[in-house]
Nanobody
Framework: QLQLVESGGGLVQPGGSLRLSCAAS????????IGWFRQAPGKEREGVSC????????NYADSVRGRFTISRDNAKNTVYLQMNNLKPEDTAVYYC?????????????????????WGQGTQVTVSS
């Protein structure tokens, strides 16, 4: 059974850093685009970043570009989201999601409807 598990969330002060992990079980991530999304209370789920199955293509929301970095280690079946210079407006539940399996390159887009499998989420709170 395909399962995604997020970890690494927590409470951090503004300007701090966190690294989120998305570990897959029951399948190999090699053939999946992986996305990170977030949802703050009272707001719609929004795309944060995504990475293609090979890792050769990435995409970022304007609000996080230059501060967040997505990467993947297919050998560890894990995708990471390094978040630096965190701001209070980054506070949300962060979810990872998988799109695939993909036999050909597919550019990843920050659209939740493209992703069929989701993790349970991890809370990130940025506050002093």
């Amino acid at each position: 059974q395909l399962q995604l598990v997020e970890s690494g969330g927590g409470l951090v002060q503004p300007g701090g850093s966190l690294r989120l992990s998305c570990a897959a079980s029951g399948f190999t991530l090699d053939y999946y685009n992986i996305g990170w999304f977030r949802q703050a209370p009272g707001k719609e789920r929004e795309g944060v970043s995504c990475i293609s199955s090979s890792g050769g293509s990435t995409n970022y929301a304007d609000s996080v570009r230059g501060r967040f970095t997505i990467s993947r280690d297919n050998a560890k079946n894990t995708v990471y989201l390094q978040m630096n210079n965190l701001k209070p407006e980054d506070t949300a539940v962060y979810y990872c999601a998988a799109d695939g399996p993909l036999l050909l390159f597919k550019r990843c887009l920050l659209s939740p409807s493209d992703f069929g499998s989701w993790g349970q989420g991890t809370q990130v709170t940025v506050s002093s």
